[in-house]
């Protein structure tokens, strides 16, 4: 099954008498292996269409599906089940938990998948990965701004997903970690089991993408 397989997403929002029109029709798939970005103007429906995937918000009409499994329409619980499970999240809010460090962010991300008692080892496996071996445990607030996205990263890579949504995801790197954070993204892909699906405006992060998708006025084309 495709990592991500969303078709004909709809989204509106009614304000008083207005009605917003954010995603109109939205269908795209991500096949393993794959690492597809987004871009798009301001308003065109990117964080739309990223929580609708997520199943963070319902979209009014279509169907999400994660490794095959159908995240939309259903219940709250069920959908953060499948989240927790399946998607790795990078959004532009911080996912980070201020009061716990670095391994126990990644616990907190374990346990909410059903997964309790990761043994060290694969925390330390984990942040290897990222280039954070030896800040495991390091607060949040102790961590300089390229460690930071990359313990968010690490938490979002907390459950081996089936699918990563990222919104931005260096956004304000330097170029020398946004260039290491790129390389692992693509090489998650590079196995052929997962997928990565990138809200970008970096022409570093396109120029490394297998495809670049543009949503405009909520409707997406290649
Ligand atoms: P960006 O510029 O990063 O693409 P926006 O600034 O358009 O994003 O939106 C930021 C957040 O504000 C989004 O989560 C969106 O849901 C919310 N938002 C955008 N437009 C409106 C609106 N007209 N009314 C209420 N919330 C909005
Ligand atoms: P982007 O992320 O590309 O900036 P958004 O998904 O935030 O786009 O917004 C898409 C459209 O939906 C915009 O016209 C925005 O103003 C509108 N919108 C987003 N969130 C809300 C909201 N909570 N209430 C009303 N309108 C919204």
Do not use: M
């Not at 990117?46 to 169907?63: M, W």
């Not at 616990?107 to 309790?116: D, E, I, K, P, Q």
């Not at 405009?216 to 084309?221: A, M, P």
Request: with cysteine; glycine share 12%; proline share 4%.
């Amino acid at each position: 099954a495709p990592a991500l397989d969303a078709r004909e997403l709809y989204r509106f929002y009614r304000a008083g008498e207005e009605e917003t029109l954010a995603l109109r029709g939205v269908s795209l798939t991500v096949a393993p292996g794959e690492l597809v970005a987004v871009v798009g103007p301001s308003g065109s429906g990117k964080s739309t269409l990223l929580a609708c995937l997520a199943g963070l918000d319902e979209p009014a009409g279509g169907s999400v599906r994660i490794a095959g499994e159908r995240i939309s329409h259903r219940p709250e619980a069920e959908r953060a089940g499948i989240r927790a499970r399946r998607i790795g999240i990078l959004l532009q809010t911080e996912n980070l938990i201020a009061h716990l460090d670095v391994a126990r962010n990644i616990r907190l991300a374990r346990t909410a998948a059903g997964r309790h008692g990761t043994p060290a080892q694969d925390i330390d496996v984990l942040l290897d990965q990222v280039g954070l071996l030896g800040r495991a445990h390091a607060l949040p607030r102790e961590l300089a701004g390229g460690e930071v996205a990359r313990a968010a990263l690490a938490v979002a890579l907390a459950n081996d997903p089936d699918l990563l949504l990222a919104d931005e995801p260096t956004g304000e790197l330097d170029g020398s970690t946004e260039h290491r954070i790129l390389e692992l993204l693509r090489a998650r892909g590079s196995d052929g089991r997962r997928g990565v699906l990138l809200v970008t405006h970096s022409t570093a992060v396109l120029a490394g993408a297998d495809r670049v998708l543009t949503l405009r006025d909520g409707r997406l084309r290649a």
